[in-house]
């Protein structure tokens, strides 16, 4: 039991992404675009590199999830349980032993991951480093200023397993800003919790207003002149949403 919650992505998808289309959703929203992102920057695909870059990056963020569901919502008036009582009551009884094999599965990848790479990992390791601060702040505070860690946290799960196989940091960085962290801070702080009127009407319908992002973004970006990686990126975003905001339509 303790080595299936400390196994990367499986506390994800137990937790996170509980339906169907929401598994679905995780694919082309997130593993599809960094993928897409390391065959514009990198020459080198290299399938196995690429594979213990997402198990590192989701072990050491699960244990951000953890933290949240496990401890923090001690703090809180009336805190959501993502799992089932019998599952939380079980991680909370083995936290400190599922969060340590945790560690030590992200410790252990970086170690393989610098032996079969030929290029640095520093800014691979370094994201992983700045996930387990921001979540160190995300975990305790509990007010608008969630935000910010909110937006680095999602810059940050995006990025670093590009960082495998580019040493450009803040250029990848600012084309995941572009691409997903500014529409995803977007809709959070639209969330009535935080009490941003303006944002709550944009995104009234949320899949409405992330067509309508994109394509004010590609028509900033076509000016710019941008990279193709930029261009690209954004209009693979663009006609995923599109397509679901058309299903979303038919159904």
């Not at 800014?123 to 680095?152: A, D, G, K, P, T």
């Amino acid at each position: 039991m303790i080595l299936k919650y400390s196994l990367p992505f499986y506390y994800t998808f137990k937790s996170r992404l509980k339906s169907k289309e929401e598994k679905i959703s995780y694919f082309f929203t997130f593993i599809i675009p960094v993928v897409i992102l390391i065959l514009l920057l990198s020459n080198n695909l290299d399938i196995i590199l690429m594979l213990f870059g997402f198990l590192g990056l989701m072990s050491i963020y699960e244990v951000g999830y953890l933290k949240n569901d496990i401890l923090t919502i001690k703090k809180e008036a009336s805190p959501t349980l993502r799992i089932n009582l019998k599952e939380h009551l079980y991680i909370e009884e083995n936290f400190r032993r599922i969060i340590t094999v945790k560690y030590l599965i992200t410790l252990i990848l970086i170690v393989i991951i610098s032996l079969i790479s030929k290029e640095s990992q520093f800014y691979f390791i370094l994201n992983i480093v700045l996930i387990e601060l921001f979540y160190i702040f995300h975990n305790n505070v509990r007010n608008r200023w969630n935000l910010i860690s909110f937006f680095c946290l999602n810059n940050l799960r995006y990025s670093t397993v590009v960082l495998l196989f580019s040493t450009e940091f803040l250029w990848v960085h600012l084309i995941f800003i572009l691409s997903i962290s500014t529409l995803r801070l977007l809709e959070k702080a639209a969330e009535r919790k935080y009490n941003f009127k303006i944002l709550e009407f944009l995104f009234r319908d949320k899949n409405l207003a992330r067509v309508a992002y994109y394509v004010l973004l590609l028509v900033v970006l076509t000016f710019l002149n941008v990279p193709k990686e930029v261009f690209i990126l954004n209009f693979y975003f663009l006609v995923y949403r599109l397509a679901i905001f058309i299903l979303k339509r038919v159904r």
